[in-house]
């Protein structure tokens, strides 16, 4: 089996692949429609993960190089550039720099994938390959449903990337999560489907995935994929798969409070 931080490499891949081809296909108008992303346009969406292409991709440049990070004066500077591109602009120049970093993850060697170390500047300390693709795939693959929804009701995360996903999206729950908006400690049996996949999830005095507990107050069944969505806020009903089942304590709509978005 490959290594963690290579099947990521390759979920960013078969990801950056399906956007582009999706975004090939939109006319003028359909970039300026809202996208999953309340806030922001489709372009506007597109050029968040064009923005975030490029300082990723100098802070492993320079990582390979064993410089410092970039730093924050660069980062503002970068998204100043894409703030200021037109729709239409955004959406062109996102394939080329995407691929630039797509394409630099998929050239490290083995050695790589293992030792390296890249200071993102925002982080207490340097992460490997596995962490920062990771983090580059979470933001990724949400922002790309966030697309996709805008024309699809029924759009779904990536299997190959959800699958990943709900690991690197378990520490970011003690920060995201909510945990005031429940009455108590609340322990939840969480299954996982397509494919099967058993987990905890505790709501105490911060949110957090655990193993699959002995006893729990409540239980969800829900798609993997959607449960990515949910913990990231992605959940509206338009948008809740029929498969979805809260039984117990909690309600889907007590879950959905719990974690309003990021």
Known sequence: MSSQAAQIIAALRRGHDELVSRLAALGPDDIVRTSGSADWTVAQTVSHLGSGAVISKASLDA?????????MDFNKEVWARWDGMTPDEQVAAFPAVNEELVGAFEALD????????????????????????????TEFALHAWDVNVAF??????????AV???????????????????????TVAVRATMPDRDLG??????????????????????????????????????????????????????????????
């Open 63 to 71: 990582a390979l190089a064993g410089d410092a990070n970039p730093g």
């Open 110 to 137: 083995d050695r790589a994938l293992v030792e390296l170390r890249i200071d993102l500047g925002f982080m207490p300390q340097p992460l490997d390959v596995a962490g920062v693709a990771g983090m580059r795939l």
């Open 152 to 161: 699809d009701p029924t759009a779904t995360v990536a299997r190959d990337a």
């Open 164 to 186: 990943l996903l709900v690991d690197t999206i378990g520490p970011l729950l003690r920060f995201a999560g909510k945990a005031d908006q429940v009455d108590g400690a609340v």
């Open 201 to 262: 999830l505790v709501i105490d005095d911060v949110v957090e995935l655990t193993d699959l507990p002995a006893a729990a107050e409540a239980k969800i069944v829900a798609p993997t994929e959607y449960l990515v969505r949910l913990f990231s806020g992605r959940h509206a009903a338009e948008h809740t798969p029929e498969s979805v089942k809260v039984t117990g304590s909690l309600t889907l709509d007590d879950l959905r409070r719990v974690f309003p978005g990021y």
